[in-house]
């Protein structure tokens, strides 16, 4: 549902059918709405079966990079000797995203539980569910859920009775963007500074402590839980457009718009009807003026872009952007594009771990750029240093921090150059924003 | 993160809050309850060294902020080097290697909040608390106030943190009553 809306009637609330609702918190609430059936089913199944449903499923990783499930986790080997791990990935922190929050805080057995069949899948005891360090209260409830869970029984030496061995731990960030990165996750794990590691090797054959490892968003490992209740066909019918892309999905809605929340469609929605129909549509008096539909990474997109967008994988990239974490940032016509995009590259120059030198500089860089023009110190030079700039940091670097700086910028200067041009040339800006500077 | 050089990009909030603070007495951490605390958090990993970031966090929990003699602790329950640690330490924003205000205010300013008027709740608090400037402690030494990066709440523009506290959909206007009932 559109929390913290009400819901809209063409949403399809799977995941978010009980955002809001308290009582879905607890051991009891989540039971009595259906809670770990899956985990006990899965329990009675083979690692080899769940992986098998799970691909069938189409299901494709919610954490950014869209890479199908089922085939990630087939990379692994369980019964090879070695230790296992599975990652949760909760570090949420690409600015425009913030579903995983939501799931976490209103509905934290459904991650434990996801944890729990996602682990025994991979042939994982241990699974770590690595949260922000500023997320302290979905911290507290997942702490809580867990807690609950180990009381009863569910995890533990003897999960659910059945011998397996299944720990959940959380493990809290720091305060560092780049940790979401899955390496940098995993060097964070560790107790080392959270750099991105060189793949390969790739963490299914040597991930957290050496081990082969498979690391997955909130989201994706929620949504292993009704998959396995309703089946692969189910989840493959939630789609109305590209087959490649099933299931329903959560974004997080934000910016310029008249009701910013955490909202669920299936595949292949149209955009044009969500931006206008379910979130709204603009505040009163103002106009859409441009969208990044996948947290600050993705291609800004022109409302003409936008509005032929159908909301999937191959739908984001047909209209010129991706559709990323699902945090959609909505800008509107009160809004100087040059300021924004400035401030997204100061967010990565902040970010940047520093160890690749087209990244630690080329942020930077951008930055200062960036930023001058924006105070009218501009000139059209800058405008060509700051494409050189972000080619060459784009493909170049250990992992893509340095790729997202670059694509604000080169989808910016590309589809909204007017903007730039007139704070060079010293014209008047039509913006709120401008004139409150 | 917070220490490299930014080809010299000046920034403001992390400006004296990251640079080392000095503290003349030290009492331990690592005793009693606090000990068993860290041993249970042992048997989660299959290394010691994994234990850092959360014995990090007991020692920002239990003195407000990390020293040099907080680190050298760590390293000595982890069997770390306090150079391997201060390593760590100064990779991560959330970490005061500086005492600060008694109440730590970060106020998110990314783009999605900044397009939501964020700016304007910074200049709140800068003037409310009298802090006046961002990462400086205000004269009662009650107040620091930062801007931070993504709070992963962007739809609640905006979202702050008063300590360990997160508050939504922060206004100007709300500032006021925001200070007023911290205790
Ligand atoms: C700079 C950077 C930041 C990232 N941050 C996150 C994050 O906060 N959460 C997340 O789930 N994935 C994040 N990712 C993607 C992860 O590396 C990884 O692809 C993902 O967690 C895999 O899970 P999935 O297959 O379920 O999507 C980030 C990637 C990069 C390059
Ligand atoms: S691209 Fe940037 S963030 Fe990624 S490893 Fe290189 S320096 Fe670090
Ligand atoms: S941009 Fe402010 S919370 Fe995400």
């Not at chain 1, 940790?179 to 060097?187: D, F, H, K, R, V």
């Not at chain 1, 809004?335 to 942020?363: D, K, P, W, Y």
């Not at chain 1, 930023?371 to 110190?377: H, K, N, P, S, W």
């Amino acid at each position: 549902m559109g929390y913290p809306h009400t819901s809209h009637q063409r949403e399809t609330a799977v995941l978010s059918q009980y955002f809001g609702d308290t009582e879905a918190r607890t051991l009891d609430g989540w039971k009595k709405r259906g809670g770990y059936q899956a985990l006990e089913k899965a329990l009675g199944m083979t690692p080899a079966d769940i992986v098998n449903v799970v691909k069938e499923s189409g299901l494709r990783g919610r954490g950014g990079a869209g890479f199908p499930t089922g085939m990630k986790w087939s990379f692994m080997k369980p019964g090879d000797g070695k230790p296992h791990y599975l990652c949760c990935n909760a570090d949420e922190s690409e600015p425009g995203t913030f579903k995983d929050r939501e799931i976490m805080r209103w509905t934290p057995h459904a991650v434990v539980e996801g944890c729990a069949i996602g682990a025994y899948a991979i042939g994982a005891e241990v699974a770590y569910i690595y949260i922000r360090g500023e997320f302290t209260e979905p911290i507290m409830w997942m702490e809580r859920a867990l807690q609950e869970a180990y009381a009863a029984g569910i995890l533990g030496a003897n999960a659910m009775g059945t011998g397996k061995r299944i720990d959940i731990y959380v493990h809290r960030g720091a305060g560092a963007y780049i940790c979401g990165e899955e390496t940098a996750l995993m060097n964070s794990l560790e107790g080392r500074r959270g750099n991105p590691r060189i793949k390969p090797p790739f963490p299914a054959v040597a991930g957290v402590f050496g081990q082969p490892t498979t690391i997955n968003n909130v989201e994706t490992l929620a949504a292993v839980c009704p998959i396995l209740m309703k089946g692969a066909e189910w989840y493959k019918g939630m789609c109305l457009s590209n087959p490649k892309s099933t299931g329903s999905k959560l974004y997080s809605v934000c910016g310029n718009i008249q009701y910013p929340g955490t909202y669920e469609v299936v595949m292949g929605f149209s955009f044009k009807d969500f931006l206008y129909d379910v979130c709204g549509g603009p505040v009163k008096g103002r106009k859409f003026k441009a969208v990044i539909p996948g947290g600050a990474s993705v291609p800004i997109q022109t409302m003409e872009e936008a509005e032929a967008t159908l909301m999937d994988y191959e739908g984001f990239i047909a209209q010129g952007s991706m559709l990323g974490s699902g945090g959609v940032i909505v800008i509107d016509d009160a809004q100087n594009m040059v300021r924004i995009i400035a401030r997204l590259a100061r967010f990565f120059a902040h970010e940047s771990c520093a160890q690749c030198t087209q990244c630690r500089e080329g942020t930077a860089w951008t930055t200062k750029i960036l930023e001058r023009i924006r105070d009218g110190q501009g000139t059209m030079e800058d405008l060509d240093t700051l494409m050189g700039i972000a080619n060459n940091m784009t493909g170049t670097t250990i992992c893509v921090l340095s790729d997202s700086c670059a694509t604000p910028v080169i989808s910016g200067i590309k589809k909204f150059r007017p903007e730039f041009e007139a704070l060079i040339h010293g014209k008047r800006v039509h913006s709120v924003m401008a004139a409150v500077a | 993160m917070s220490t490299k050089n930014m080809g010299g990009l000046e920034s403001p909030d992390m400006a004296s809050h990251d640079s080392p603070g000095h503290e003349t007495s030290y009492t331990p951490v690592f005793t009693g309850d606090v000990r068993k605390e860290l041993d249970t958090l042992l048997t989660r990993y299959p290394t010691k060294m994994a234990a850092l970031l959360p014995a990090l966090w007991i020692i920002q929990r239990e003195h407000g902020w990390v020293s040099e003699n907080g680190m050298a602790e760590v390293a000595e329950v982890l069997d770390l080097t306090p150079a391997y640690v201060k390593g760590v330490v100064t990779f991560y924003t959330m970490y005061h290697q500086h005492p600060v205000g008694k109440y730590f205010i970060q106020v998110c300013t990314t783009s999605p909040c900044g397009v939501c008027g964020a700016e304007d709740v910074v200049k709140a608090f800068l003037q409310q608390t009298k802090a006046g400037e961002l990462g400086v402690t205000s004269p009662d030494n009650k107040y620091t106030v930062i801007e931070v990066e993504c709070l992963g709440a962007c739809g609640f523009a905006t979202p702050i943190m008063i300590n360990e506290e997160f508050i939504e959909s922060v206004t100007p206007d709300s500032v006021s009553t925001i200070l007023a009932r911290l205790p």
